[in-house]
């Protein structure tokens, strides 16, 4: 199978489902802009080569927006990545597992620049979303929690609020694997976990939801942009979106740890 292909049957055996959710869009400073709740609906032919989404955003009962798309996989399967209507430099980048990430490829001058990474964990999606302004300024970042088994959720909490700190030093251990921009995925190594990024802005978000990220990104200067999950007290996962001093997109790292 082609690394095109294999990159979109990541997606479809992965994401396919009904995800009942709850988006919170928090500022640059950690206070809650807005939250709703939310509804991604995936459905596809019997080849699963053609994918029909519907985006619902729930504030009331009689106030909820929508967005859809179509994608197929001749069109949007691409050999440097999924091909998302929305923007021509968004592309997705999908591990076997269905963690991932939707992110614009290329830092430009003057244009708004944003990334989303995808954590799975049985029934469950949670999703952090990145986003700088047009002057390369952290503008606000999000936190979508998801479960494919309905609203409410028996795992997540209807917390809004970030926390001050989380202690996320311990033994941990685990194993890391990466996917290029161009579709290729490292064999599994040995993973040390490191925590602390210099000139990183972090948040501590709640249900063990975790972002650090650059408060400015810049051509000229590489980057990455980290989020973490704790999914509870053993398990935890890590993704990390690398970006060159050109700001073009390089890899997505997955790291899963347990504690020993």
């Given at each position: 199978?082609?690394?095109?292909?294999?990159?979109?049957?990541?997606?479809?055996?992965?994401?396919?489902?009904?995800?009942?959710?709850?988006?919170?869009?928090?500022?640059?400073?950690?206070?809650?802009?807005?939250?709703?709740?939310?509804l991604r609906?995936?459905?596809?032919?019997?080849?699963?080569?053609?994918?029909?989404?519907?985006?619902?955003?729930?504030?009331?009962?009689?106030?909820?927006?929508?967005?859809?798309?179509?994608?197929?996989?001749?069109?949007?399967?691409?050999?440097?990545?999924?091909?998302h209507p929305?923007?021509?430099?968004?592309?997705?980048?999908?591990?076997?597992?269905?963690?991932?990430?939707?992110?614009?490829?290329?830092?430009?001058?003057?244009?708004?620049?944003?990334?989303?990474?995808?954590?799975?964990?049985?029934?469950?999606?949670?999703?952090?979303?990145?986003?700088?302004?047009?002057?390369?300024?952290?503008?606000?970042?999000?936190?979508?929690?998801?479960?494919?088994?309905?609203?409410?959720?028996?795992?997540?909490?209807?917390?809004?609020?970030?926390?001050?700190?989380?202690?996320?030093?311990?033994?941990?251990?685990?194993?890391?694997?990466?996917?290029?921009?161009?579709?290729?995925?490292?064999?599994?190594?040995?993973?040390?976990?490191?925590?602390?990024?210099e000139a990183?802005?972090?948040?501590?978000?709640?249900?063990?939801?975790?972002?650090?990220?650059?408060?400015?990104?810049?051509?000229?200067?590489?980057?990455?942009?980290?989020?973490?999950?704790?999914?509870?007290?053993?398990?935890?996962?890590?993704?990390?979106?690398?970006?060159?001093?050109?700001?073009?997109?390089?890899?997505?790292?997955?790291?899963?740890?347990?504690?020993?």
């Amino acid at each position: 199978m082609d690394l095109k292909t294999q990159n979109w049957k990541n997606f479809t055996d992965q994401h396919l489902y009904d995800w009942h959710g709850i988006w919170t869009r928090y500022t640059p400073t950690g206070e809650v802009q807005e939250s709703f709740r939310s509804l991604r609906h995936f459905e596809s032919n019997v080849e699963k080569t053609e994918i029909y989404q519907l985006n619902q955003y729930i504030y009331a009962e009689d106030n909820v927006k929508e967005e859809q798309w179509n994608f197929n996989q001749t069109e949007n399967g691409l050999s440097d990545g999924m091909f998302h209507p929305q923007a021509e430099l968004m592309r997705g980048y999908f591990f076997p597992s269905g963690h991932s990430i939707w992110a614009t490829t290329q830092l430009k001058s003057e244009a708004y620049f944003a990334m989303e990474l995808f954590f799975r964990y049985q029934s469950l999606r949670h999703s952090v979303g990145i986003v700088y302004d047009h002057q390369g300024n952290l503008f606000r970042t999000a936190n979508i929690r998801e479960d494919s088994t309905g609203y409410p959720s028996s795992y997540w909490s209807q917390d809004l609020g970030q926390l001050s700190q989380r202690d996320l030093q311990k033994n941990w251990q685990g194993t890391s694997i990466t996917i290029t921009a161009d579709l290729e995925i490292s064999e599994p190594v040995i993973a040390e976990f490191n925590w602390g990024w210099e000139a990183h802005k972090t948040f501590f978000l709640p249900d063990g939801v975790s972002i650090s990220c650059p408060e400015k990104v810049t051509i000229g200067t590489s980057f990455d942009c980290v989020v973490n999950w704790l999914i509870n007290e053993t398990q935890m996962q890590q993704l990390i979106s690398s970006y060159d001093a050109s700001g073009k997109f390089q890899s997505l790292t997955l790291q899963r740890y347990e504690l020993k």
